[in-house]
């Protein structure tokens, strides 16, 4: 698995330790193979809040702000190439945003910052959370790999 983190970022280390662990998680308890799991690739980018609300209005239509943002390749791990690089996709989070989240929520941004990019991997794998029931079954997801990786609320 390669995972290429935006150059300056201004996150640190600690905190792209634990996204690794998590990724590494979240591919592996999605049941990708060992081969697959070689060759996967995921770009992630961290912005602020005005870039990312310009990309969520050229991509979504949504002019505003958001925590975080998924560029799936594939619309389900059923469309991967069995050779070759497997590119899962982009992630784009807002620092600014998950900052904000971690006080109102009461938990330290590296645990915001990680659980949003399990988030973004599940989305990249195939996840959505547009119906109640898809919503119920993402959530249970995240934090079962939350508790896996031992970043709990």
């Known amino acids: 698995m390669n995972i290429t983190f935006s150059k ?31 060759r996967a690739e995921i770009s992630v ?3 602020k809040s005005d870039k990312i609300q310009k990309l ?20 389900s791990m059923d469309e991967f190439p069995e050779e070759g690089e497997l590119q899962l996709g982009d992630v784009v989070i807002n620092k600014e945003q998950a900052q904000v989240q ?4 009461g ?3 590296m645990r915001e ?6 988030h973004s991997l ?5 996840y959505d959370h547009e119906a109640k029931e898809d919503k119920k079954v993402m959530r249970k997801r995240e934090e079962e790999i939350m508790e896996e990786i031992g970043i709990e609320r």
């Open 8 to 38: 300056k970022c201004g996150v640190p280390a600690s905190i792209i330790k634990e996204m690794t662990k998590a990724a590494e998680a979240v591919l592996k308890k999605e049941g990708l193979t060992d081969d697959e799991f070689k």
């Open 45 to 47: 980018t961290f912005l």
């Open 56 to 75: 969520n209005y050229e991509y979504r239509g949504k002019d505003k702000s958001t925590d975080v943002l998924s560029f799936p390749m594939y619309e």
């Open 102 to 105: 971690a006080e109102e929520y």
């Open 107 to 109: 938990h330290t941004f």
């Open 113 to 118: 910052m990680v659980y949003l990019f399990v």
């Open 122 to 126: 599940l989305h990249l794998l195939g």
